[in-house]
C-alpha cells in the first residue's frame, strides 16, 4: 500500500525566506510523485512531478523538488517566499500499475503562509 | 485550451435525497477521476473511469457511483445522501495512456448536506 506523510500542517514564513514543505511516502515500488497547490474555493493545480527521470525537478512559479530514495522523501523548496504562494500544498503518489493512472493517494496538506 | 469544467459550483441537498454531479474534462483526456475532499480526511479518490469504464475504484460505499460518456464528459451520482457526504468534490482529467500524464482538476463541486 502507498501512503504519503506531510509534516506540519501549518508553516509561516517572512516573505523573502526559504520555504519548505517536507513529504516522505511510503510504497513498495518505484513510485511517482506530485505537489499540487490549492487557493481557496478553487481545485488542485499542479506544481511539478517526479517520474523516475531528474531526481531534482523543477516546477512552476520557481518551485521545485529533490525525490531521495534513501529517505523516501520529496520535500519541496522555494528560495524567496511570495505573498501570492500563502495556500495550501499537497504532496501525493501513484504507481503505474495494469494501465490504471488515475490513483492519486494524498497527504493531508500544509497551509503556507507567508508574512510580510 | 479550457479546463477541467465542473458543474454545478455549489449545490445544497437535506438528508435522503440524491444528487449528481458534472465533469466535462480537457479535450482529448480520456481519463476523468473523482475525489472527495473534507477536512477531516482529506483528498480521498472515489473512482476512475477510463473510455466508458470504471479502472479503478476506491473505498467508498455503493452509494456513490459514476459513469463516463463516450464524449469523456462524466458524470458521478450520490444516492441518500448523508450529512458526512457534504464535501468539495473534485473531477480531475489525464491522458489516461502511455507515459504518465498529469492530473488537471477542476474547481469542483462543493456540495452542503442539511
Known amino acids: 500500500a502507498q501512503s504519503v506523510t506531510q509534516l506540519g500542517s501549518h508553516v509561516s514564513v517572512s516573505e523573502g525566506a526559504l520555504v519548505l514543505l517536507r513529504c516522505n511516502y511510503s510504497?513498495?515500488?518505484?513510485?511517482?510523485l506530485f505537489w499540487y497547490v490549492q487557493y481557496p474555493n478553487q481545485g488542485l493545480q499542479l506544481l511539478l512531478k517526479y517520474t523516475s527521470a531528474a531526481t531534482l525537478v523543477k516546477g512552476i512559479n520557481g518551485f521545485e523538488a529533490e525525490f531521495k530514495k534513501s529517505e523516501t522523501s520529496f520535500h519541496l523548496t522555494k528560495p524567496s517566499a511570495h505573498m501570492r504562494d500563502a495556500a495550501e500544498y499537497f504532496c501525493?503518489?501513484?504507481?503505474?500499475?495494469?494501465?490504471?493512472?488515475?490513483?492519486?493517494?494524498f497527504g493531508k496538506g500544509t497551509k503556507l503562509s507567508v508574512k510580510p | 485550451k479550457a479546463g477541467v469544467t465542473q458543474t454545478p459550483r455549489y449545490l445544497i441537498k437535506t438528508r435522503g435525497q440524491q444528487v449528481t454531479l458534472s465533469c466535462s474534462p480537457i479535450s482529448g483526456h480520456r481519463s476523468v477521476s473523482w475525489y472527495q475532499q473534507t477536512p477531516g480526511q482529506g483528498l480521498q479518490f472515489l473512482f476512475e473511469y477510463f473510455s466508458e469504464t470504471q479502472r479503478n475504484k476506491g473505498n467508498f460505499p455503493g452509494r456513490f457511483s459514476g459513469r463516463q460518456f463516450s464524449n469523456s464528459r462524466s458524470e458521478m451520482n450520490v444516492s441518500t445522501l448523508e450529512l458526512g457526504d457534504s464535501a468539495l468534490y473534485l473531477c480531475?482529467?489525464?491522458?489516461?495512456?502511455?507515459?504518465?500524464?498529469?492530473?488537471?482538476f477542476g474547481d469542483g463541486t462543493r456540495l452542503s448536506i442539511l
Open positions: 501525493a503518489v501513484t504507481q503505474k500499475y495494469g494501465g490504471s493512472q488515475g490513483n492519486l493517494i
Open positions: 510504497s513498495s515500488v518505484p513510485p511517482y
Open positions: 480531475a482529467s489525464s491522458n489516461g495512456t502511455g507515459e504518465w500524464s498529469a492530473q488537471h
